[in-house]
T-cell receptor, first 120, second 115 residues
Framework: DTGVSQDPRHKITKRGQNVTFRCDPI?????LYWYRQTLGQGPEFLTY????????KSRLLSDRFSAERPKGSFSTLEIQRTEQGDSAMYLC??????????????????FGPGTRLLVL | AQTVTQSQPEMSVQEAETVTLSCTYD???????LFWYKQPPSRQMILVIR??????QNATENRFSVNFQKAAKSFSLKISDSQLGDAAMYFC????????????FGTGTRLQVTL
């Protein structure tokens, strides 16, 4: 079990630039989540995939944000025209859901180490 | 909207002692799950313990146990025999059943463990 991995671990960019983050879930997991965590706050849900389908997006996910999971394996989160307010830790989590909807308490979300973004 | 409140930004406990972290939540749902996650410094978040709302019995995992009071919408975490490795941010989280399994987190409690 290699766990959830994220790349890069740190990213510094200038305002207005585009950035892309990658998440590799645990191999047999069918669900993949993106969360954002700012200083002093808990993680906030952004979006999630079941296999390659993006099933829910938070209102936090503005038009500048796009996420994909093209083959139901790894996922990318792209932020276009970054703003200073985008500075945060971006967390990815994956889980194995046995049903098509909802989840059971046994569906544990395993988190990656996160990508810390700083927009100057 | 569901909210999760952790009113203790920081807590401190001596090694081998017991500490309780508080969490309250607000929901109109009757069926849901509650979790405590631990986030050590510069390390990834891991699940500590979970509780199904329909179960009256409080969950226990080794030194970690919860006090779940459904009517009061309270879900506290008790850590017994605290160890230096317990030092971390602890997040309370909530998830409803039947729909997307996204987690709603509180703002966290930073736990310090002293010698």
């Amino acid at each position: 079990d290699t766990g959830v991995s994220q790349d890069p671990r740190h990213k510094i960019t200038k305002r207005g630039q585009n950035v892309t983050f990658r998440c590799d879930p645990i191999s047999e997991h069918n669900r993949l989540y993106w969360y954002r965590q700012t200083l002093g706050q808990g993680p906030e849900f952004l979006t999630y995939f079941q296999n390659e389908a993006q099933l829910e997006k938070s209102r936090l996910l503005s038009d500048r944000f796009s996420a994909e999971r093209p083959k139901g394996s790894f996922s990318t989160l792209e932020i276009q025209r970054t703003e200073q307010g985008d500075s945060a830790m971006y967390l990815c989590a994956s889980s194995l859901a046995l049903g098509t909807l909802g989840g059971t308490a046994q569906e544990t979300q395993y988190f990656g180490p996160g990508t810390r973004l700083l927009v100057l | 909207a569901q909210t999760v409140t952790q009113s203790q930004p920081e807590m401190s406990v001596q090694e081998a002692e017991t500490v309780t972290l508080s969490c309250t939540y607000d929901t109109s749902e009757s069926d849901y799950y509650l979790f405590w996650y631990k986030q050590p410094p510069s390390r990834q978040m891991i699940l500590v313990i979970r509780q199904e709302a329909y179960k009256q019995q409080n969950a226990t995992e080794n030194r970690f146990s919860v006090n779940f009071q459904k009517a009061a919408k309270s879900f506290s975490l008790k850590i017994s025999d605290s160890q230096l490795g317990d030092a971390a941010m602890y997040f309370c989280a909530y998830r409803i059943t039947g729909t997307a399994s996204k987690l709603t987190f509180g703002t966290g409690t930073r736990l310090q463990v002293t010698l």
